[in-house]
């Protein structure tokens, strides 16, 4: 059970405070409800872009890190096709500072053409490394245009191509932040050894005077459902064959959603799974294979991806593969394997609250998602599957 108060203050932003008398450690997580579907298709990565221009300095702070080193803190910050986040972890006596910080890279970055050339050259040098330059790297680049025909989830976080980014103006990077990165588009999560009263005062001093932003409403459209399989076979020199396969599942809002997650688990979560059992320790087939959800806010994906062992022929290990699958909808799963898996989401989910960190993020997804409660009834929902 986690305890929180939420207020909303005048300009739109939304403050949740979790207090915890029983550590030392405050946390500041800012969550902004912006991430890679909201970007134009033809200027795509501007979400991540902009998770590394945040720490390229603000208005009135040249170096975001040291001043928060100084303090004792550190930071970090993550995106994603819904949402990008940004956490800090600092002595709870230090807070102040973690509020002046954030405060000032939501008024106002510091746009110097000299940072977003840095960061430019750094996400670049990101997407040939990671996406373009090594083995696999690009099999999502080419996966999330055959799942999604009309949404925006077609291109991963990451952006179409690197292009985009290299074409990004100045007038670009602007727009974007001061549509997206707005009060009244975020939620603000203090954690800690800290009260209400306290977190409320400093967020009124900080944040109070931001403008909110004329983002409009989102109108994204709803991915159909499809209607014939789709199939991309790509030839190149890799250690192993492998197989990518995702099937258009639901929102994470969606009743369905952690029956979904449980069957996941024990499709292809650890070495125990139907998957790993099946076809990598007794047949033989792959070297590994799992299966994971997306938990999207719009309509996700439910993946299987896999890499083959060598010698064996690709067709062979699919039609395996498909096999298992089949038998798994013709016959359903066992109790046993029903219970073990509620009881390894629902511990997943004790032990995850131990950590403030967790905590706080835990209430700004839960709030982003529409409803703060959801962190105190996601055990309920999988007790009942």
Known sequence: MITYTKHTIPNGLQLIVHEDKNTSLAIL????????????????????LFEHLMF???????????????????NNAFTSQDVTNYYMVLPATNIETAFWLESDRMLSLNFDDKVLETQRKVVIEEFNQNYLNQPYGDCYLRLFPLVYSTHSYQWPTIGKTPKHIEDATMDDVKDFFFTNYRPNNAHLVIAGNITF???L????????????????ERNLPIEPEPTEAKREEVLSPVPNDAIYRAYLSIPRNDDRYYP???LSQILGTGKSSRL???????KKYFINLSSSVYGSRDKGMFLITGKIRQGVDA??????????LANIIAKGITEIELEKAKNQAESMLEFGEIELLNRAMNLAFAAING?????????GLIEKI
């Open 201 to 216: 005062a400093l967020t009124n001093k900080y944040f109070g005077d931001i403008l909110m932003g004329n983002r409009s």
């Open 260 to 262: 979904l997650e449980v």
């Open 29 to 48: 997580n800012l969550i902004y409800d912006v991430g890679s579907r909201d970007e134009n298709p033809n200027k795509t990565g501007f979400a991540h």
């Open 197 to 199: 009263e306290k977190a």
């Open 371 to 379: 409803d703060v409660e959801q962190v105190n009834t996601i055990a």
């Open 315 to 324: 067709k062979v290990a699919e039609q395996a593969l498909d096999e298992l």
């Open 56 to 74: 390229g300095g603000s208005k009135h702070i040249p170096t975001f890190d040291a001043a928060l080193q100084e303090v004792g803190g550190e």
């Open 276 to 282: 790993y059992i099946e076809l990598v320790k007794d």
